[in-house]
DNA sequence: CGCGATATTGATTATTATCAAGGATCGTGG
DNA sequence: CCACGATCCTTGATAATAATCAATATCGCG
């Protein structure tokens, strides 16, 4: 039993999911320790891409879905007359091109917000070890339904929601994942520019802003650029409540 | 070869995939002719809805996904406050509960708009049968995806759009659906009240009905209440990019 | 036929976009 | 290491789209 693991594990140019951190997050969740090989096996050693790089474009073939390895990405389509709207931030842990499953060409952009390195699960062998691994097959469903319902989510923050409540949303949930990967969920650095959070959040960048200072007036963050410190979490939970109260 | 089938079509429990009028749109689509016993031997023959039934709730546990066999249904999801969000609209051969796959319960709450019937897949043998017929297993990815990529979709509109631009969308939209089952494009009667079109647009009924009438007096649609006539399906295109001209 | 739910229309308000300008920060190359 | 341009961020003033409030009209159903 031991011994196919190890000779999976020898080639150079295969991830070791054994010893990944974000393995409790990723993929490997839904894989037992001893079948963990044929995971590894799939897997290509992940690429780094810098700031800026495209790890996949819109509308070309779908070849691969992604898990964050470190840094940062962010997802987003682009409309015929050349609109672009971000669909999503994606952390270390979370996979990266599941609205694309079972199509043809990939339905959306992702960029490197940071330098990011990346796992590559090519979708032809991935879809044949879903059909060997049913834990694995209902953790896929599992995180396609995720990303259904976060979207649907964030239908309903756009069309229900003022720009203070959009935003106090999206720095608690940037917490709560940076928390799960336990590092400070107080205080942390964002990833991407106040143009894609506006953009992200159906706002402009200016609403943003001055969403930004009027939270650090009222002492509920404090915010250098980047760098964000959450300063009464409470608050900010009340404010995505807020709107509820004011209707009922 | 043909014997077992035979031997599952004689159970008046099972439904026929192979007479359905929707075998080309529904799940069968994936199903090769010789294996399609098998997905009508875990299909649960349709009980009927009538307008306002719940099909299933929110938060409870998830156990099937729904075939729409003839009407239409519309889910939404409660947010803690209890501010609803319709999520989506669901036509004949159209699939609902693919945002709850993988989980544990119903992501949604799905209601029918009117005398709806539906077919049942339970999931736990839908798992089992996709584990075993990989293209079937390709088009449920495929299906999830979509929606996926739909929900992104309405996110655009939501954040750029103006209320007629989303109206118009919504009315080419149907318009597509009701013309891949082969039934007029141009002239048909809405399944939802005016209210969950606001809802699903991120719009108030007011505006709705104002945009309904502006459609009407500029000749490009004709409404009666539920009853649409499309008079410039051109007209209506335009009006969905017209969004992109003024901004280059 | 009449009641409640649904739809339309009008007047006013408010939130956020847009326009405009200045200030900070970053990265790069001299 | 500093200077430069470019990008990114902030702040202010004004405008516009759609929400809200209010009233009436119509529809659908028992």
């Known amino acids: 039993m031991a011994q196919p693991i190890r000779l999976h594990q020898v080639s150079p140019l295969k991830a070791s999911c054994h010893q990944c951190s974000l393995s409790n997050l990723c993929l490997p969740l839904a894989v037992e320790d001893n079948e963990l090989y044929r995971l590894e096996d799939i897997v290509q050693q992940g690429r780094i891409f810098s700031r800026g790089e495209h790890i996949f474009d819109q509308s070309t073939p779908f070849r691969s879905c992604f898990a964050v390895k470190s840094g940062a990405i962010k997802t987003s389509i682009i409309s015929e007359?050349?609109?672009e709207q971000v669909t999503g931030f994606f952390m270390p842990g979370e996979l990266v091109g599941l609205d694309s499953m079972g199509s043809k060409n990939y339905a959306c952009t992702a960029k490197a917000l940071e330098r990011t390195?990346?796992?590559?699960?090519p979708?032809?062998?991935?879809?044949?070890?879903?059909a060997k691994l049913p834990d694995l097959q209902h953790h896929v469903y599992h995180l396609m339904s995720q990303e259904i319902q976060g979207s649907h989510q964030l239908a309903m923050l756009l069309s229900k929601n003022t720009a203070e409540e959009r935003i106090a949303a999206l720095l608690l949930s940037l917490s709560s994942r940076f928390h799960r990967r336990r590092m400070s969920g107080t205080n942390f650095s964002l990833p991407m520019a106040r143009n894609d959070i506006a953009n992200f959040l159906g706002l402009a960048v200016e609403t943003v802003s001055r969403v930004f200072t009027r939270f650090q007036n009222q002492g509920i963050i404090s915010?250098?650029?980047r760098e964000v410190e959450?300063?009464?979490v409470e608050a900010l939970q009340t404010?995505?409540?807020?709107?509820?109260?004011?209707n009922q």
Do not use: K, M, Y
Request: aromatic share 6%; proline share 0%; charged share 35%.
């Open 223 to 225: 915010a250098r650029g």
């Open 117 to 121: 390195s990346v796992c590559e699960f």
């Open 81 to 83: 007359n050349g609109e």
């Open 230 to 232: 959450l300063l009464d």
């Open 239 to 246: 404010v995505t409540r807020e709107f509820s109260r004011q």
């Open 123 to 130: 979708v032809d062998r991935l879809e044949e070890l879903t």
